[in-house]
């Protein structure tokens, strides 16, 4: 019986740009799995991210969403199937937009939404604004709305268009204690709904590694340096080794914390 396609499949990617940014980096998401990635500053996780959504090209190695092969594919009509939640994508939002229109222009992978919005469009963008909790957001403003709540916003964009994997680039880079456990739990909501897109958080901290992510892949300089189950992964050997630390790292329930150490030249 032939294996199941996965969701994505990176074959030895690399990026170089005059130095080499990644290198040789394999992964494989199967359906029903939601990934971390974690890697200090400059490891390489947003080029990756980049690679994923076409915004820049690799070097060599191969990308497959779902068994549809970038530069074989349409990467134009590839790319609505991958939905990104990024600071980038956020600064980008025209402030006198909608909710409703932002929401809807997800469906096109267009920013800023231009022309008129179909009754379909509408009753669909209500319906995921509800779900999320958002129905009340509407007609308001871009810029009224809290930072909590365009990143709720724009998950529901990413949820307009049927997407196979959406990746959320440090989501709660800027939200405060309160309303950065808020978003998880609302992110471990998202994670739960039948279907799902295949997750993928791009983070800095343990802490935000919700119940429902299933496997991390940490990136150091370019390369994978450990990448599986979480509980194998997250461990103080490695995180220690990624980030050039003392690291101990604890499960507390379904998550986890570190206390660090530095260590002193």
């Not at 880079?173 to 909501?189: H, I, K, Q, T, Y």
Request: aromatic letters at 6%.
């Amino acid at each position: 019986m032939d294996k199941p396609r996965p969701v994505l499949l990176v074959d030895h990617l690399r990026i170089n740009r005059d130095i080499t940014i990644l290198d040789e980096i394999n992964w494989r998401i199967e359906e029903g799995q939601h990934w971390c990635i974690l890697g200090a500053n400059g490891s390489g996780k947003t080029s990756l991210l980049n690679a994923l959504t076409a915004y820049i090209t690799f070097s060599s190695g191969k990308i497959e969403i779902c068994g549809h092969e970038y530069g074989t594919t349409d990467w134009r009509e590839l790319r609505k199937k991958i939905g990104l939640i990024s600071s980038s994508i956020l600064q980008r939002i025209e402030k006198s937009e909608t909710t409703l229109e932002t929401v809807v222009s997800g469906k096109y992978a267009m920013i800023n939404y231009w022309g008129g919005i179909s009754d379909e469009d509408r009753q669909e963008a209500m319906r995921i604004l509800k779900q999320m909790e958002c129905e009340h957001l509407a007609e308001r403003p871009w810029r009224n709305l809290s930072q909590g709540e365009r990143q709720r916003v724009c998950i529901a964009r990413a949820l307009m268009a049927d997407l196979w994997l959406l990746l959320l680039d440090e989501p709660c880079a800027g939200l405060d204690p309160v309303a950065r456990e808020n978003f998880l739990w609302f992110m471990e909501s998202v994670a739960q709904r039948k279907p799902s897109p295949a997750l993928v958080l791009v983070t800095h901290h343990v802490e935000e590694i919700m119940p429902s992510f299933t496997h991390v892949m940490i990136i150091k300089s370019g390369r994978v340096l450990a990448s599986g189950k979480k509980k194998r992964v997250l461990n103080s050997a490695i995180l220690s080794d990624a980030f050039g630390a003392e690291i101990k790292v604890r499960q507390m329930d379904s998550r986890y914390k570190i206390t660090i150490t530095p260590r002193r030249k």
